[in-house]
């Protein structure tokens, strides 16, 4: 109740901001400036013709089809960085590097080598995220305390042991919050390729408002990008590190899920 009053407390002040600075002052053109009225026609207009639930739908498949392929290469690259001196000391450094790239860096590639089709927006959805979820991995296992390893050593764990039944339950809840932040870079990372191509979507139907001079459509496709992650996250990854922490009886800490 208390989130909905805050939302409700934020277009007021939004609504209150354009009358002053648009109608009243003139600081700003009307067709410079967002208004939650123009917005709301731009939700009936696009919602009327299909539009919006075509884009939404179909960036939520490239986003989920291209974050399954980030994760699974993610989640190699990791177990192999870590099991390697040789590649934690070189392709480690390498990888923190090339996670600074923006998303966009990647279109040109994926432009060039795929075409204006699918394929090239889910390349870019991999590039962007799959270095983020390795680095991850990497560093949940590093995390793990030495003395269970020892332990399950001891008595005479063998290798796919001592990752099934101590590294993996030992390390799940880093795994997750790494899970979580690369499907943040996952879902960034999938407008930057929707913005180069003509496939519909959510950051084409952007690119669209902004060709036709329309800052309504373009802030409410803004609105609904934040909103598919924040519906992702909380119903998705929240849970499910509420779960976690709540079998190893940490459900009462001050984490930032709850």
Same mark, same amino acid.
């Given at each position: 109740?208390?989130?909905?009053? %805050?939302?409700i ?6 609504q209150?901001?354009?009358?002053i600075?648009?109608?009243l002052?003139? @600081?700003?053109k009307? =067709?410079a400036? $967002?208004s939650?009225v123009?917005?709301a026609?731009?939700? /009936? ?5 299909g539009r919006?639930?075509e ?5 939520? /498949?490239?986003?989920?089809?291209g974050?399954?392929?980030a ?14 001196? =040789?590649?934690?000391?070189?392709l480690? $450094?390498?990888i923190l590097?090339?996670?600074t790239?923006?998303?966009v860096?990647?279109v040109? %590639?994926s432009?060039? @080598?795929?075409?204006l089709?699918?394929q090239a927006i889910? %390349? ?5 995220? *799959? %270095?983020?979820?390795?680095?991850s991995v990497?560093n949940?296992?590093?995390?793990v305390?030495?003395? =269970?390893?020892k332990a ?10 001592? =990752?099934r039944?101590?590294i993996f $339950?030992a390390? /799940? $809840? ?7 932040q690369?499907?943040? +870079?996952?879902?960034r *990372?999938?407008?930057?390729g929707?913005?180069?191509?003509t496939s519909?979507g /959510? ?13 309504n459509q373009?802030?409410l496709?803004m609105?609904v990008?934040?909103?598919?992650g924040?519906i992702?996250?909380?119903?998705? +990854?929240?849970i499910?590190e509420?779960?976690?922490l709540?079998?190893r009886?940490l459900?009462g800490?001050?984490t930032?899920?709850?």
């Amino acid at each position: 109740m208390g989130f909905i009053i %805050f939302l409700i407390l934020l277009v007021a002040i939004w609504q209150g901001g354009y009358w002053i600075g648009v109608e009243l002052l003139h @600081w700003w053109k009307p =067709y410079a400036m $967002p208004s939650p009225v123009g917005v709301a026609e731009s939700f /009936l207009n696009l919602c009327e013709d299909g539009r919006l639930l075509e884009a939404t739908a179909n960036s939520l /498949l490239r986003g989920i089809g291209g974050y399954a392929i980030a994760l699974a290469t993610g989640v190699l690259l990791g177990l192999s960085i870590h099991r390697s001196n =040789y590649l934690q000391k070189n392709l480690k $450094p390498l990888i923190l590097g090339i996670q600074t790239l923006p998303s966009v860096c990647w279109v040109p %590639f994926s432009i060039l @080598w795929f075409g204006l089709s699918t394929q090239a927006i889910l %390349f870019v959805v991999v590039m962007g995220a *799959a %270095f983020s979820i390795a680095i991850s991995v990497d560093n949940a296992i590093k995390n793990v305390q030495p003395i =269970y390893t020892k332990a399950a050593l001891t008595l005479g764990a063998n290798k796919k042991q001592l =990752y099934r039944y101590v590294i993996f $339950p030992a390390c /799940l $809840p880093e795994l997750v919050t790494g899970m979580k932040q690369g499907w943040s +870079f996952a879902w960034r *990372a999938l407008m930057a390729g929707e913005v180069m191509t003509t496939s519909i979507g /959510l950051g084409q139907t952007l690119i669209m408002g902004r060709d036709l001079a329309d800052i309504n459509q373009v802030m409410l496709v803004m609105l609904v990008i934040v909103l598919v992650g924040i519906i992702i996250d909380k119903c998705i +990854f929240s849970i499910a590190e509420r779960r976690i922490l709540s079998k190893r009886g940490l459900s009462g800490r001050n984490t930032d899920i709850e």
